[in-house]
């Protein structure tokens, strides 16, 4: 049973024709991709949240920047209002999956869409500009 909505951040990082994506290696959607992120902890700021999720799943410091947009994930076990935020990488530095992820690394745009993502990532990152197409 639900007790509450929890919040959860995403960051959404580009370099260049890239999308810095995680493979989720915890439930929900088990080896699915996604953009780096998670819950945000009590008496954090949304923009500490990015910085820290993106660091502990790919290992790559950054800066959070403005809000991309926002989702609701509901299901019997959760209920996720999902704040996603542009994100900028601090360095040159390769990403390497920890906590939740399975795998982190950079995809070309072009091929997000073909991948196995999380349920409406792709509707997302389509509407929002991120991606160029959701076929």
Known sequence: ???????????????????LLVRRGRPPAVGEWSVPGGRVE????LMEAVVRELHEETGLRGVCGPLVGWVERISEDYHFVILDFEATVIGDVEPTAGSDASEARWWPVSEVAALPLVEGLA????????????V
Do not use: C, K, Q
Request: aromatic share 6%; proline share 6%; no cysteine.
């Open 1 to 19: 049973m639900i007790e509450r909505a929890e919040v959860a951040v995403g960051a959404v990082v580009r370099r260049s024709d890239e999308l």
């Open 42 to 45: 009590p008496g954090e700021l």
């Open 123 to 134: 509707e997302f990152l389509y509407d929002h500009g991120v991606i160029p197409t959701i």
